[in-house]
């Protein structure tokens, strides 16, 4: 074997790889943004078909969206502040995004009491309205699977077990909470549009 041969052996790249759990965060991402575009796509085509009411959505929409855009913010905010070893300022920004998850979750229930008083059921022979409680609702599960994240990585913070030597979790966290902020906004504009 000669030197050129050896040194080609030696110069092989390293495969590139990335954390498991990192891996199936994003396929399940990918797998909840295939069911919202499917369900999105959904109804633009039976929208088009007709028979199609419509109803103002609820204020307390408008309130959900800014709630969960501030805490999109204050988990970064709280992700740079683990970056810094700030874990005071971590422990603060992971309690507020927390608690203004679950105000999210709060205002959407409340949203839906406004759809009911204004007379907007989920059933009621027209599938308007039953969209908009299917796209709010199945997106209000997943905001409980990431407030459950949040508390995880809230307590993880309290035991000092998020700093800048060990930031997977947070990373993770703050990934998924940011998803759920631009999914959220996503379906609010989408709503806003296809009345």
């Known amino acids: 074997m000669n030197m050129a041969e050896l040194k080609i052996v030696e110069e092989a790249k390293k495969p590139l790889s990335m954390n498991p759990k990192k891996f199936a965060l994003w396929l399940f991402i990918v797998s909840v943004c295939m069911i919202f575009a499917s369900m999105t796509s ?93 796209l709010s609702g199945l997106h209000g599960v997943h905001i409980v699977g990431g407030v459950a994240f949040l508390l995880i990585t809230l307590i993880a913070t309290f035991r000092f077990q998020v700093h800048s030597k060990n930031m997977n979790l947070i990373e993770m966290c703050t990934t998924f909470w940011h998803f759920l902020d631009a999914l959220w906004l996503y379906l609010f504009v989408f709503l806003l549009i296809n009345r």
Do not use: C
Not at 92 to 97: A, L, P, Q
């Open 42 to 134: 959904a109804y633009i085509v039976r929208q088009a078909e007709g028979n199609w009411q419509i109803f103002e959505l609820p204020p307390l929409f408008w309130i959900s969206s800014g709630l969960i855009l501030v805490s999109s913010i204050t988990m970064h905010w709280a992700y740079l502040a683990a970056k810094r070893d700030n874990l005071e300022m971590v422990k603060v920004g992971m309690s507020i995004t927390t608690v203004l998850g679950i105000a999210f979750l709060v205002a959407q229930v409340m949203a839906w009491g406004e759809l009911v008083e204004n007379n907007v059921y989920f059933t009621g022979g027209n599938p308007s309205a039953s969209f908009v409680y299917v």
